[in-house]
Nanobody, 123 residues
Framework: QVQLVESGGGLVQAGGSLRLSCAASGRTFSSYAMGWFRQAPGNEREFVASISRSGAAKYYADSVKGRFTVSRDNAKNTVYLQMNNLKPEDTAVYYC????????????????WGQGTQVTVSS
């Protein structure tokens, strides 16, 4: 079993930046692909980005491509999401999750989830 804890959310003005972190428990972190998802009120949970076990391969939703960067540090059991040029439509609760393949985009394809961290972007 893996436990995930997200942090780094907050309130930021449009055009600003935030860096989310997701710390994982256990010694098997490097055996998982990792994904970031977000969910705004009234919306379904949507894919944001994912990263392979080694960190060599990354995949982004079109809506964040060029603005968000996913990375990981397997020595620290942590995955990151650097978010730049934030827009009001990025407002959501952001979740990290473990997966078996980095190209998976559906929430049902991910297994363990964190509790989420709120990101609010004001206009």
């Amino acid at each position: 079993q893996v436990q995930l804890v997200e942090s780094g959310g907050g309130l930021v003005q449009a055009g600003g930046s935030l860096r989310l972190s997701c710390a994982a428990s256990g010694r098997t972190f490097s055996s998982y692909a990792m994904g970031w998802f977000r969910q705004a009120p009234g919306n379904e949970r949507e894919f944001v980005a994912s990263i392979s076990r080694s960190g060599a391969a990354k995949y982004y939703a079109d809506s964040v491509k060029g603005r968000f960067t996913v990375s990981r540090d397997n020595a620290k059991n942590t995955v990151y999401l650097q978010m730049n040029n934030l827009k009001p439509e990025d407002t959501a609760v952001y979740y990290c999750a473990t997966g078996s393949t980095y190209w998976a985009r559906g929430a049902s394809e991910y297994d363990y989830w964190g509790q989420g961290t709120q990101v609010t972007v004001s206009s």
